[in-house]
C-alpha cells in the first residue's frame, strides 16, 4: 500500500490497550480510529462543542491483520473516501511509526459519521463550502477493501 494517506494520528500503544494475549485488543483499534477521525475533522474547523451541528459514528469496521504489543508506537492513516449528503465515509490503516510505503498493515477499517442537528434527533445536509472542502480529499480509490 502506498502511504498516500491525507492525515497521519501517532500513537503509542498503552498497557491497558492489551489482552490477556498481549497484543492490542479489537476494541482499542476503534479507539485508534475514534481519534484518528476526530483529529482530521477538526483540522476542517468542525468543532465539537461549539457551533449548531453535531457528528456522530453510525458504522464502522475493521480487519485485524498483524499483532501489535505494548509500547508499540503506530500510525493510523486516515483518508476520505466519500462526502454524501450528511455523511463521510473514512479509511483507517493502523501501520508501524516509521515504516516506509509498502508496510505490512497491521488494522484497516472505514467508519462513517452522520452531521446531527445539535440534539442528534436527524441528519442535516453539509454545508456547501464545508462539504466542497471535504469533498476535494475524498478518494474513493482508497476505500479499504472487503475480504471474500
Ligand atoms: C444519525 C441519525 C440521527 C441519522 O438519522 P436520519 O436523519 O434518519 O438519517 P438518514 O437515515 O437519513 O441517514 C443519514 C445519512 O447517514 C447515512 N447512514 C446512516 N446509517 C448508515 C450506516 N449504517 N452505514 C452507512 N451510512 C449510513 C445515510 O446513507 C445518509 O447518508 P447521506 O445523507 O450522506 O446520503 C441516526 O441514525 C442515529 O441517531 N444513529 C445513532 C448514532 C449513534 O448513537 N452513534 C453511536 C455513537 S456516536
Known sequence: MLRMASHETPIRVRFCETDMNRHVSQVSYFIYFEEARTRYIETFGISWTEGPFNMVLVRQWADYLKPAHFP??????TDIISVGRSSIRMAHRVVPAGAPPGTDVMCQGESVMVLVT???SASVPWPSELRARLA???????AVPARA
Open 136 to 142: 476535494a480529499k475524498a478518494d474513493p480509490t482508497l
Open 72 to 77: 508499540d508506537e503506530l500510525v493510523v492513516l
Open 118 to 120: 445539535k440534539d442528534q
